[in-house]
C-alpha cells in the first residue's frame, strides 16, 4: 500500500470513526459524511489521473456533484429538524415521538 492510499484510507476511516462515535449533533454527523465524501472524490480522481484512463475521468465529477446534492438536502433537513423539533440533537429525532 502506498503512502496516498494510506492516506486517503485513513482520511475516509477517520470519518467513518466521527460519524460512528460523536452521534450527538445532526451536524456533526453530515460533516463526517461530507469528509467521508471528499476522500472518496480525492482518491477517485487521483486514482483516474494515475491509470490514465479517460472512461473514468467523469467519475470524480459525478461524484462531487452527488457530493453536493447531499450536502444541500443535509442541510435543509437541518434547518427543517431544528425548526420543528428545536434542537439538531440526533436522540430527540424518534419517530414514534410524533
Known amino acids: 500500500m502506498t503512502l496516498m492510499q494510506y492516506t486517503f ?3 475516509f476511516l477517520v470519518g467513518l470513526a466521527g460519524l460512528a462515535f460523536h452521534r450527538t449533533h445532526l ?6 459524511l461530507e469528509a467521508m465524501m471528499l476522500a472518496l472524490f480525492l482518491a477517485l480522481s487521483l486514482w483516474s489521473l494515475d491509470t490514465a484512463a479517460t472512461s473514468f475521468s467523469l467519475a470524480p465529477l459525478l461524484l462531487l ?4 446534492c447531499e450536502a444541500g438536502l443535509g442541510l435543509a433537513l437541518l434547518v427543517a429538524t431544528t425548526r420543528t423539533h428545536g434542537s439538531d440533537h ?3 429525532l424518534n419517530l414514534l415521538q410524533c
Open 9 to 11: 484510507s485513513s482520511a
Open 65 to 68: 456533484a452527488f457530493s453536493a
Open 90 to 92: 440526533l436522540q430527540n
Open 27 to 32: 451536524l456533526s454527523a453530515l460533516l463526517c
